[in-house]
């Protein structure tokens, strides 16, 4: 019996650590979907923010969010360390969010102080709440992978943020109405859609936390099939209905859907059968057709469509679990969503308020018109022959940009 014990718990831990490898692959993911959807004069900017993002949330939740979440680290049916490790993907994924609906007028220091913020006490105080046994979960409140407890919660500190930070510079004219700002790379933010996709597999089949019998194995194959299938129906969705209303289709908005789908069956994957599954995508892919045009009316401006995607399909696959699911309640969902929203986006609101009064958060209209990467960064991402004549002449780390 031993010996069975433990090689369930090597299995166990091995889903861990294969499925964080995953989500943290994620990563790439978000910086090329970022890339691909912001102009090429911002491009270094996102990378940037994505990769020490990143950084910042591994370190800032090992120091302290991990303890306030869930304790110190230590070993149960699977290694603690494993456990950490899937944990701490999860909170750079929160984190990853914010950086795409905030792109393009950003000032780079107070977002990472942000970063640090939602990663060490916000994010895991709620994850307290919930995964960590928390009196939200006694109420029987439900989110399997984390449609409510990671994607909306990034969206909301996005949100806060975005209210703040104001649109990007030319973005709305006085009548309100958006001026397109083309994406510098659809082929990146395709691929990173892709990265992203594969990477779910990990996020949501990983979230099982077992595969040490039979049932276990079944359920983390069934996870992973409705994940699929979700993201199918999203990205289908979204694809036929931009033929039909705008009599073209658009490939941005199929991407969107896609992820869309992806996000809405996170809260519960491991329960319905596929055809629910499609159900929950479409109306994932639905919300996200409706949800861009919305904030662009509110003025909120969002350059990659996170807040569609995240928060609004967060929302969505939160509540699907309380009416698909027998013994979650519908009030219990709804009741979760609204505690961690009001008390992410209070507290994100408060914080951004403070760095906007004391170092400011927003940069220039000049600094817009020439690039964040000019006006933070020393490299520019692509040749010089397609950026801005700004460079020209300028001291980067690596010297001075020529003037011929």
């Given at each position: 019996m031993e010996n069975l014990t433990d090689v369930a718990y090597i299995f166990n831990t091995f889903l861990l650590v294969f499925s964080g490898c995953l989500v943290m692959w994620m990563a790439a993911g978000f910086a090329m979907l970022e890339s691909g959807l912001v102009r090429s004069k911002n491009t270094t900017a996102i990378l940037t923010k994505n990769i020490t993002l990143y950084a910042l949330a591994c370190i800032m939740f090992y120091i302290v969010g991990y303890q306030i979440m869930y304790g110190s680290i230590t070993d149960g049916d699977h290694s603690g360390m494993a456990d950490f490790f899937f944990q701490v993907v999860f909170v750079a994924t929160a984190a990853s969010i914010v950086s795409g609906t905030l792109a393009e007028r950003i000032k780079f220091w107070p977002f990472m102080c942000m970063v640090a913020v939602l990663t060490a006490i916000i994010y895991p105080i709620q994850g307290n709440w919930t995964w960590g046994g928390g009196w939200l979960s006694e109420t029987g409140f439900s989110d399997f992978a984390g449609s409510t407890i990671v994607h909306s919660v990034g969206g909301w500190c996005a949100l806060a943020g975005a209210i703040l930070l104001g649109a990007r510079y030319g973005r709305y004219n006085d009548d309100g109405s958006p001026n397109l700002i083309p994406p510098a790379n659809l082929p990146l933010a395709t691929l990173g859609t892709f990265i992203l996709w594969l990477g779910w597999f990990g996020f949501n089949g990983g979230s099982q936390l077992a595969m040490g019998t039979k049932a276990d194995v079944n359920a983390v194959a069934q996870i992973i099939a409705n994940t699929n299938i979700a993201a199918c129906a999203g990205a289908l969705t979204t694809l036929v209905a931009t033929q039909l209303i705008y009599k073209r289709v658009d490939l941005t908005m199929v991407l969107n859907g896609a992820l869309a789908g992806l996000v809405s069956i996170t809260a519960g994957p491991d329960y319905p059968t596929m055809g629910l599954a499609i159900f929950i995508g479409f109306i994932g892919g639905l919300l996200v057709l409706g949800a861009v045009p919305m904030f662009d009316k509110l003025r909120i401006d969002d350059p990659v469509g996170a807040l569609s995607v995240h928060l609004v399909a967060g929302i969505w696959g939160t509540l699907a679990v309380g009416i698909f699911k027998e013994d979650v309640s519908f009030v219990m969902q709804l009741a979760g969503v609204i505690v961690i929203g009001v008390f992410?986006?209070?507290?994100?609101?408060?914080?951004?308020?403070?760095?906007?009064?004391?170092?400011?958060?927003?940069?220039?209209?000049?600094?817009?018109?020439?690039?964040?990467?000019?006006?933070?960064?020393?490299?520019?991402?692509?040749?010089?022959?397609?950026?801005?004549?700004?460079w020209k002449g300028k001291q980067t780390v690596r010297g001075k940009v020529p003037t011929n």
């Open positions: 992410v986006f209070g507290s994100c609101f408060a914080v951004w308020g403070i760095l906007k009064a004391t170092v400011g958060i927003r940069l220039s209209d000049e600094q817009q018109l020439e690039g964040v990467d000019s006006a933070e960064f020393s490299t520019p991402a692509y040749s010089l022959s397609k950026t801005s004549a700004i």
